[in-house]
């Protein structure tokens, strides 16, 4: 199981960490994947995160430089740090388990399990 927590109201240019705990399984042997949906908008892959590989592949433009990943093996919970966030950024966020240890070009259709999301609101 996944769940994602840790959204919540915030201004412009402020900071959030989101946190995916994974339960049943290691992120050694599955990387996650990072989405959000925005309203009235599809779900859009934000970046894939291998734990085996330590490496983190981005696949929205509009996040790199400004989301980053990390990770607190105890506690087997994978974090999306946030920075600089605009009020595009808000949106719906998830996580979901690839199939994979790496992170394939096409990881968003790899996902075996979605965490619930959590909601970000960013005011301007």
């Known amino acids: 199981q996944l769940q994602a927590s840790g959204g919540g109201l915030v201004q412009t240019g402020g900071s959030l960490r989101l946190s995916c705990a994974a339960s049943g399984f290691t992120f050694d042997n599955n990387a996650i994947g990072w989405f959000r949906q925005a309203p009235g908008k599809e779900r859009e892959a934000l970046l894939c995160f291998s734990g085996q590989l330590g490496s983190t592949d981005y696949a929205a433009d509009s996040v790199k430089g400004r989301f980053t990943v990390s990770t607190d093996d105890a506690k087997n919970t994978v974090y999306l740090q946030m920075n600089s966030l605009k009020p595009e950024d808000t949106a719906v966020y998830s996580c979901?388990?690839?199939?994979?240890?790496?992170?394939?070009?096409?990881?968003?259709?790899?996902?075996?399990?979605w965490g619930k999301g959590t909601l970000v609101t960013v005011s301007s």
């Open positions: 979901g388990r690839v199939l994979t240890i790496s992170c394939p070009i096409d990881y968003y259709h790899n996902i075996d399990y």
